[in-house]
Every structure is written in C-alpha cells, then in structure tokens.
DNA sequence: GCTTGACCTTCCAGTTACTGGAATCCCTAT
DNA sequence: ATAGGGATTCCAGTAACTGGAAGGTCAAGC
C-alpha cells in the first residue's frame, strides 16, 4: 500500500507518516522503486497513533502506548496508569482553558465595541497591581 | 530598575524578558555598564503582556493588543474583536479537550488497572475501522 | 516512444514561545 | 584581591509537525 493510501485510511498526512517513520514509531519496508511499502501492520500501527493522538497523547506517550499494545505480557495497570496521567494533564488544562473564557467573556461583555477608544478590556490588562 | 527586580514584579522570568526584548515587545535603554535599564513605562508593558499572555493570547496578538493601548485614538471595537475571536477558539479548545476528557475518562474506568493483559484502554485504540 | 500529470522521494527551513547552558563581564563586600 | 551574585550575549533545543524545492517513477493517452 503506498503512502496516500495508508495516510488517506488513518487520517494522517503523508508527511506525517514519514516524520512518524523518521522518529521511528513506523518501519514499513521499501519496494524496488524506493517507495513505501506499508503493509498491514503498520497500517494498524498507524491508525493506533491516530487515535492515540487524538485522544491528547504526546508522541513518546503513543510510542510507550504503542510498545504496551505490542507487548503481549503488559499489564494493564501501565496502561491505565498513563492514561490517567493523562486524563489528569487534560483536566487541568481544561481548568486554565475555563478560567481564561470566564475572564474573557465578561470584559467582552463589558466593551462597548464601538469607535470610542474607552475600553474595559485593555483597562483590565492594563492597571497591574505594582 | 534592574531586569530581575522588573521580572519579580511582572511575574515573568529574566529570560522571558530578554526574549521580548528581542521581538520586539520591549525596548529599554541600557546603562552605561550594560544593563538593561527598565523605565516605569517598561514596567508597565511588561504587566501588560503578562496579563495578556495569562489570558492566553498569542505574542502577536499581544503585540497588537499592546499597540492598541497606546494608541489614544483606537476604536474600543478592534480590541473586542480580538478577544472576540481568541475566547472563540478557546471555546473550541475546550470543547476538544471535554470531548478527550470524556472518552478517556470512560476508557480509564472501564480498565481493571491489574497485572493482566487485557486492557480496554488498548483494545480502544487498537479496533481501528479501517 | 513520448509526454503529461499525479505520485513518490529526500532535504532544508520555519513554526510558537520560550528555556537551558556556556562563556564572559560587572558590582559590591570582605 | 577575591568571592558571590547579578548581568550580558550567543547557541542550541523543545513538540510535532508543515511547506516547499528539486528530482525520480508510474500509468495513461496519443
């Protein structure tokens, strides 16, 4: 299967898929020609990082992932163990994220957004407590 | 004023600080010996952009957030757009990283997290449609 | 057999917003 | 004179791609 193909069946963009093979998540072994030859493992492979991915994963948690899925004897407790990490990172993030819209959405409803230089907004960022 | 005294007050750290410098942000002149020599009007800047940063806006945002509060004669309606548009797509960053958080959380539920193999986590990732 | 266009390849550079570290200089106090 | 705690510059690295250039390959149509 060659690079389009596999990027179009996982979501990902064969430039992706190369610099996925460049860091070496992905190995898929060369034809004649020089192209890719992806067979169905790394397809699988591939499609995994996608979803890993999509789920907020960093690259070298998917390669961990990645080995886990691999390795037959894994526990389980590693996996939800990284997962949870995870889940906790995502959580806090999400907090930051709410206390920033939560900011900025009363000093938008606080400006008036007309041709007038008054403006509660740069007010705010402005008067630092020295 | 001298940068670390300058970098204690704004909450940003020296190096941050020489950064911004160098982009441009902040141009303070420098003593005799050297050393950057922060005026109040430096100081204040720098308040600014660590505030404008803590709401999350991009440097280059902030650059045009900063102009935009020097310039007197501003419409109070460009700097609502801008904040505007950076609390939409925080709005969308929050909404992707729920819709991580869900799927995760349900994911780290259902995995027994025990010494055996078999892991819900994994088998998630891995049954890709293809 | 040749051209055309769509693929494929590699390599280099740029992105965001810093951050770490090395080498060197300056100031103050003992 | 020396020791420490700052200050300076410059170089490199981070995360995870992404864009673009230069060039090789393949299948189809004439």
Redesign the interface.
Known sequence: MNISEVAK??GIPPKTIRYYEEIGLVAPPRDTNGYRAFRDSD??KL??L???R???FTIENCRT?LA??E???????D???L??D??TE??A??AD??E??D???S??KA?????????P??K???D?P?
């Not at 390795?71 to 407790?77: E, H, I, L, T, Y």
């Not at 400006?111 to 403006?119: K, L, M, N, S, T």
């Open positions: 069946r996982a397809m699988h499609a995994f996608s979803r890993a999509a789920l907020g992932l886990l899925w390795d037959q004897d894994r526990a389980s407790a996996v939800r163990r997962a949870r995870h889940l995502i959580e993030k999400i994220l709410e920033m819209r900011t900025l959405s000093l938008v400006c008036a957004g007309d041709d007038r230089p008054d403006c907004i740069l705010s960022l402005g630092a020295l």
